[in-house]
């Protein structure tokens, strides 16, 4: 994506170029082929237990799809017990959507099977590599959070 004779990226053209890293690395180690999740659903997981509960319209935002692709994806996993859809106590037309004790269960159990697969990559790197990575994730992390 960068021009390789540029010799820095700007930050929005790093931002562009990380997220298909990003995904790429995370949907790769994580194996749930053994579930038969989509990467849509896997992505409504990893979302729904980083942020919960959630409308189908914030959802589907929060996955980058449309509000009828998230819901065709949600449809299975309410289906399969992973997912719930609750009324919102504020506003009862509100549908929200959300990890079952058995979705919570399970994304414990493959998230921690994550950090194990990601810690064996990190430590793979060098020292030096590894401390520059922890720092660039967490700023980049805050520095996201502050431009939603």
Do not use: W
Not at 106 to 128: C, R, W, Y
């Amino acid at each position: 994506m960068s021009n390789p004779k540029d010799t820095k990226m700007t930050p929005i053209s790093a931002l562009i170029e990380v997220f298909p890293l990003c995904q790429k690395v995370i949907l790769n180690t994580v194996d749930f082929k053994d579930h038969g999740f989509t990467k849509t659903q896997l992505c409504i997981l990893l979302s729904l237990t980083a942020k919960s509960p959630l409308t189908m319209s914030e959802l589907a935002a929060y996955i980058a799809s449309s509000k009828e692709q998230a819901t065709r994806a949600v449809a299975p996993l309410v289906k399969a017990g992973y997912l719930e859809r609750i009324q919102d106590e504020k506003n009862r037309k509100l549908v929200l959507v959300q990890l079952t004790l058995y979705g919570k269960e399970m994304m414990q159990i493959e998230e921690v099977k994550l950090k194990e697969t990601m810690a064996a990559k990190i430590n793979n790197l060098s020292p030096e590599d590894r401390e520059a990575f922890a720092q660039a994730v967490n700023t980049t992390v805050q520095i996201l959070k502050k431009l939603q």
